[in-house]
């Protein structure tokens, strides 16, 4: 399965955020920016979607977890880890 990272994945696009979905240094900011981000619901098996971006450099992004909308930085998007979802592809539970 291939992960990458929820700044990467394209708008519009779903994918679901994965097993140790955080990537990092594993400072103490990282470990806070963690917890945060499980908090508001970027939890294994979650999906996600890029609704939009901002304009120059592609942040804010507008992302959607579940059924909530979030913004989220650069730098926190790109500790989330996911893995994309391919049109048509169906989730087993």
Do not use: H, N
């Not at 955080?22 to 103490?28: C, E, Q, R, T």
């Not at 908090?39 to 971006?53: L, M, P, S």
């Not at 979030?70 to 049109?87: D, G, I, M, S, T």
Request: hydrophobic fraction near 45%; avoid cysteine; charge should be negative.
């Amino acid at each position: 399965m291939e992960l990458i990272t929820l700044f990467e994945l394209p708008q519009g696009q779903e994918g679901t955020v994965s097993t140790g979905a955080l990537a990092g240094s594993g400072d103490a900011a990282d470990r806070e920016l963690a917890l945060r981000l499980v908090e508001v619901g970027f939890v294994d098996g979650e999906r996600v979607r890029v609704v939009a971006r901002g304009f120059p450099g592609g942040e804010p992004l507008a992302v959607r977890v579940g059924s909530t909308m979030f913004a989220l930085r650069k730098f926190e998007a790109e500790r989330v880890l996911v893995a994309p979802l391919r049109a048509g592809t169906v989730e087993s539970a």
